[in-house]
């Protein structure tokens, strides 16, 4: 077998081992459904991924660390001014989670199900939030200073986005239910939504108009 074939045959099962996991959480999960749904023999599936905690592990280090670059990439670019780099955060943040509607609850269950789990998650999130944190804090503290913006901690900057935005995703199947306009067109309450949490933090940190 090639490489080119190895890689492909590790990415099918990743994929299928996505959705398993998401949909079915740790315990629920099974790898002969994700063998199965990969097209390769139980046997194979194991020859790459050894045990199922591995490549559970392997789907949250995966996911977490495709976050953590998008994250720098918005957070840690000094081209673009201090507010505008926050707002774009906030938009990155939502966009993520709209391309992973799934991991929210996931995350959730997993955290409380599970003391080893609960680790494996709550390291990588609080590498993310620490890395950024870092980087924006001295950033924020200087534009406090010349009155830019109010003073706030990083973290909870982080805290309101995180909170925010995962509500819009987490609490949907109950919005929907209560407001039956925003099961018309899911797309346009996202995108009302995402506008909606960027605006309630740019109030927060009040932005001063020159």
């Known amino acids: 077998m090639s490489n080119n074939d190895k890689q492909n045959k590790e990415l099918q099962i990743l994929r299928a081992a996505e959705t398993e996991f998401l949909t079915k959480g740790y315990d629920g999960a099974r790898t002969t459904s994700i063998a199965k749904a990969a097209g390769v023999t139980h046997a194979m599936l194991h020859y790459y991924f050894r045990t199922k905690e591995q490549l559970f592990e392997r789907i949250v280090n995966d996911k977490f660390k495709l976050m953590a670059e998008s994250m720098l990439c918005i957070f840690g670019a000094p081209s673009q001014p201090l507010i505008e780099r926050i707002r774009n955060g906030i ?39 620490q890395i950024i944190s870092d980087k924006l804090q001295k950033e924020i503290n200087e534009a406090a200073q010349r009155g830019e913006i109010t003073q706030i901690d990083c973290r ?55």
Not at 99 to 118: C, G, K, Q, S, Y
Not at 188 to 206: S, Y
């Open 91 to 129: 938009c990155t943040h939502f966009d993520f989670i709209a391309a992973n509607p799934l991991l929210p609850r996931f995350v959730i269950n997993e955290v409380i199900t599970d003391p080893h789990r609960h680790e494996l998650l709550t390291n990588n999130i609080s590498k993310i939030a």
């Open 156 to 210: 909870m900057l982080f805290i309101s986005m995180v909170s925010l935005n995962l509500f819009s995703f987490i609490a949907y199947p109950i919005i929907e239910f209560i407001h039956n306009d925003a099961a018309i067109n899911r797309e346009a309450f996202l995108a009302a939504r995402k506008a909606e949490n960027v605006e309630t933090i740019m109030r927060r940190i009040k932005i001063q108009q020159p």
